[in-house]
């Protein structure tokens, strides 16, 4: 199924699909990112530096803002994980205007931790947006 784009002021957009489960497409996306703990090691002895070791890998939440869902199985989604949250291959791509796939990222074990909306104020033409923050295990390397 094509999603059709949102009103968007920018070139760009980002859709998620999930399996199953049809979502929408957002102006922004926040979190695709990850980093090393680092840890540190002073070399008996030898003070004139000190060693950085890489630790664990850290991903943050993703964080989709200014979005249009289209149908309430997000909302099903969410509700699912107040038991056992049920655990998702997300999908996040940047598309241009004309729909063509820029970009596209995969995260494993992925399930819904905050969804808000939709927001519009009622005496402003704007469109209804929603938020969505999702939490993973990771990003899945091709």
């Keep these: 199924m094509t999603l059709a784009p949102i009103k968007v ?9 999930v399996p199953g489960i ?4 957002f102006n922004e996306c926040h979190g695709l990112s990850m980093e090393y703990d680092v840890f540190e090691w002073a070399e008996g002895g030898n003070n004139e530096f000190v ?20 149908n309430d199985a997000l909302q099903k989604w969410f509700k ?6 049920e655990l998702k291959e997300v999908t996040i791509e940047l598309k241009t205007q004309d729909q063509t796939a820029k970009r596209s990222w995969v995260f ?14 009622a005496h402003g033409g704007g469109l209804a947006t929603e938020s ?8 899945k390397m091709g």
């Excluded at 049809?22 to 497409?25: D, E, K, P, S």
């Excluded at 950085?52 to 989709?64: E, I, N, S, T």
């Excluded at 699912?80 to 949250?85: A, C, I, K, N, V």
């Design 9 to 17: 002021i920018s070139d760009h957009y980002f859709t998620v699909s």
């Design 51 to 70: 060693h950085h070791l890489p630790g664990r890998v850290r991903y943050p939440y993703l964080v989709l803002n200014a979005g249009l869902v289209e």
């Design 132 to 139: 969505l923050h999702i939490v993973h295990a990771g990003l």
């Design 80 to 85: 699912s994980t107040g038991g056992t949250p």
């Design 108 to 121: 494993a074990d992925a399930y819904p931790i905050h969804w808000s909306g939709p927001t519009i104020a």
């Design 22 to 25: 049809t979502i929408g497409a």
